[in-house]
């Protein structure tokens, strides 16, 4: 024990400073989200019932600002995220409104984080509205017929919203025109209306001064909210209170047209009688230029631009003509009476709206305007992105630490063999042409397959839905899966011909093997199995870490979008069914890459010749998907509208393609790790292994899942 502890000492040293400042970094984004003592923040579990009476807990976040009480009631803010996120997105909106005098919720809606409702007990039918959402007809074949998965039928049906006509809510035989009800929207708000009336019912919330936030999927559920409460009244203690949301804010979201149509029939009229049943007061939407969604909307095909500000749609919004219509200016200016309209334009993009420091501004100016209650401090001063670049160095703090512990493992004799280093093979070793070849072949088999296979894996390709059941995580299954054939077949069949028999890579050089003869011809079990005891107990040390920053602070390692958090039980068993095919990818793509495309200089040590081989492995891993950044964003940038959209058509636009600016700084990590684990072991099984558990557990933590245990 003495000699491991010797021979470890430096490592051990990272590792727990690492540790260190994993730790003062979630302690200070602790207090910010705090606001350094003067706002409490809990978390738990909302309990409440579908439409068939079976209880669901949906977890929150709550933030009650200091000195509000039952005597001090304050205004409320109900926050609803966006599709593949969960309540910690809303945060920078929640943390402000909470600083700024308001309490707010944040929650995990259905199939998202630790509820534990699935994602398609929201509903769906077998068609799309498509006439500005109003009444659409079988005879005049305004109807849009779906096809395809029921995760594809749900995706496609965020926008039928159960606040309008009963018919949108059912499913409509194609041939027969008539109503089945075993398919149907269930709760487009997707959890949304049971926290509203939890957060209403709280005595320290004035209930009269209410309002409801969304970002993308979540502005429908925001809508589905404010429609279901309109009107609304709250018994208790003596006194009738309307608890009608005073301000509906739209994050990235969509508008509906609310004109009648040809019989005088309305949106809004659940009757038919002419009248609008459902009233929305004082709506401000939050719109991104470069808002990667926009072909999938009815309203923008292009960046959104002087067409769309005075277009019929958003001058029907703002209640105004199109010649009048204008960004940046309210109209019907009374926030007492509910009037008030106003759309706003940000220079950003969709997922990054969340975070956006004057959209969240102007959201606290409006619900003061709507409360007609004053902010504690300017709108201006905010703190949100401390917390978040703070988190996020704690992420790669704690992702590094996970790499101490593995490196641990070399100075015990048993798993000396996972350590040997870079095989001593200088023959082998690629360099000009010979590397670059290889190079944009991978590349390029990265950027033509992405945009078409994990949209079709997302929701068209037949998986058994009850088996594999995150939607994010089929999209990237699929695609997995493919590239795992074709490298397969890049390996077998020049085996095949023996004209290159002779130039072919051996196990060795192919890193699925010991630098030892005796395995040069064979695939090394015993390796792969040490190499995974290895990567196990490093994981699990960072797993550990997850739990205890959740336990402690109620925050997880992320920056903006979702990342590690702790598992429910039927998502780990998501995590055990996804991680084969993600340990098959990334080992066949490492040995590819790191192995057979060894680099001259990979052997050589210092930081200096890491970097200096390592932008090489980087350009294999994430240069497909820069190319397709390029192709979605230039001609977005240049006023066309988004790439994807306008090259594939609508379904291969949308969710993985706003996903890149994620994807691809994961991706620039995990050549990182699995540069300096090959460059420590000379096998590609150590920093495989590695970056497949954590490309599992983050696309099944906590993102969309369909159904729950």
């Known amino acids: 024990m003495k000699e491991f502890l010797k021979k470890t000492k430096q490592t051990l040293i990272i590792f727990c400073s690492l540790l260190a400042l994993a730790v003062v970094c979630m302690v200070i984004s602790d207090q910010i989200q705090k606001d350094f003592g003067k706002v409490t923040v809990k978390t738990g579990y909302i309990s409440a019932k579908t439409v068939d009476e079976e209880e669901y807990l949906m977890g929150y976040k709550l933030y009650i600002p200091s000195g509000v009480s039952k005597e001090n009631p304050a205004p409320a803010v109900l926050c609803l995220h966006g599709y593949q996120n969960d309540h910690e997105t809303s945060a920078a909106y929640a943390i402000e409104a909470a600083r700024h005098g308001y309490v707010a919720l944040a929650i995990d809606e259905f199939g998202h984080g630790s509820t534990n409702i699935g994602m398609l007990e929201r509903g769906y039918v077998n068609h799309k509205v498509s006439v500005c959402f109003g009444w659409d007809s079988i005879e005049e074949g305004t109807y849009k017929f779906i096809s395809g998965p029921n995760r594809f039928k749900l995706l496609s049906n965020f926008s039928n919203l159960d606040f309008f006509i009963e018919k949108y809510k059912n499913s409509i035989d194609k041939l027969t025109g008539d109503v089945s009800k075993t398919e149907y929207i269930i709760d487009s708000s997707m959890g949304g209306a049971a926290a509203y009336a939890w957060l209403a019912s709280q005595d320290f919330v004035d209930g009269e001064k209410m309002a409801v936030t969304g970002h993308s999927m979540g502005t429908w559920a925001a809508w589905s909210v404010s429609a279901c409460f309109s009107g609304a009244i709250l018994e208790g203690e003596g006194k009738n209170i309307d608890i009608t949301p005073r301000a509906t804010i739209l994050q990235a979201g969509e508008i509906f047209k609310t004109e009648t149509d040809s019989l005088g029939r309305m949106a809004y009229d659940k009757d038919g009688d002419g009248t609008l049943d459902i009233y929305f007061n004082n709506v401000l939407l939050l719109s991104a230029k470069y808002d990667e969604f926009n072909y999938f909307r009815d309203y923008a095909k292009t960046p959104i631009n002087e067409d769309v500000e005075h277009g019929e749609v958003n001058a029907n919004f703002l209640a105004t003509s199109t010649d009048e219509a204008s960004f940046n200016k309210t109209y019907h200016e009374d926030f007492l009476l509910g009037t008030s309209r106003r759309r706003n334009l940000y220079i950003t993009n969709h997922r990054l709206l969340t975070h956006n420091h004057k959209a969240i501004a102007d959201t606290l100016e409006w619900m003061s305007a709507s409360f007609a209650t004053p902010l504690s401090q300017a709108s201006t001063n905010q703190i949100y992105m401390a917390k978040e670049w703070l988190v996020f160095i704690a992420m790669l703090a704690s992702i590094a630490s996970c790499l101490c512990v593995v490196m641990m493992f070399k100075n015990v004799k048993w798993f000396e063999i996972v350590f040997l280093g870079v095989p001593n093979r200088p023959e082998k070793e690629k360099s000009g042409k010979k590397w670059w070849k290889g190079a944009i072949i991978t590349v390029l088999i990265s950027f033509v397959t992405y945009p078409f296979l994990t949209q079709l894996g997302q929701g068209l390709f037949p998986l058994p839905e009850k088996i594999f059941r995150m939607t994010i995580g089929d999209g990237f299954l699929v695609w997995y899966l493919i590239l795992i054939i074709i490298m397969l077949c890049f390996t077998i069949i020049p085996r095949i011909s023996k004209k ?53 602070f109620k925050l997880d390692l992320r920056f903006i979008w979702p990342f590690f958090r702790s ?77 994807a959209d306008l090259l594939f058509g609508t379904t291969f636009g949308g969710p993985f393609m706003s996903l890149l600016i994620v994807f691809a700084p994961q991706v620039i990590v995990f050549s990182l790790i699995c540069t300096f684990c090959y460059r420590k072991s000379g096998n590609v099984f150590l920093g495989a292994l590695i970056v497949a558990i954590l490309a599992c557990w983050i696309v099944t933590g906590g993102s969309a899942i369909l159904y729950n245990f």
Do not use: H
Not at 530 to 537: E, F, N
């Open 567 to 643: 598992f429910s039980f039927s998502r780990f068993l998501q995590f055990l069914l996804y991680l084969p095919i993600f340990i098959i990818f990334f080992i066949l793509n490492n040995s590819k890459i790191f192995a057979s495309g060894r680099v001259v200089g990979t052997g050589e040590k210092g930081v200096k010749a890491f970097f200096k081989v390592w932008w090489r492995y980087a350009f294999c891993m994430v240069g497909g998907i820069l190319l397709v950044i390029l192709l979605e964003y230039i001609p977005f940038f240049l006023g066309m509208g988004p790439g």
């Open 500 to 552: 290159k028999e002779k130039e072919l890579p051996d196990f060795i050089d192919m890193g699925l093997a010991r630098c030892d003869d005796v395995y040069k011809d064979k695939f090394d079990w015993l390796l792969l199995l040490k190499a995974l005891i290895v990567v196990g107990v490093g994981i699990l040390v960072m797993y550990l870490e997850v739990v205890l920053y959740e336990a402690i």
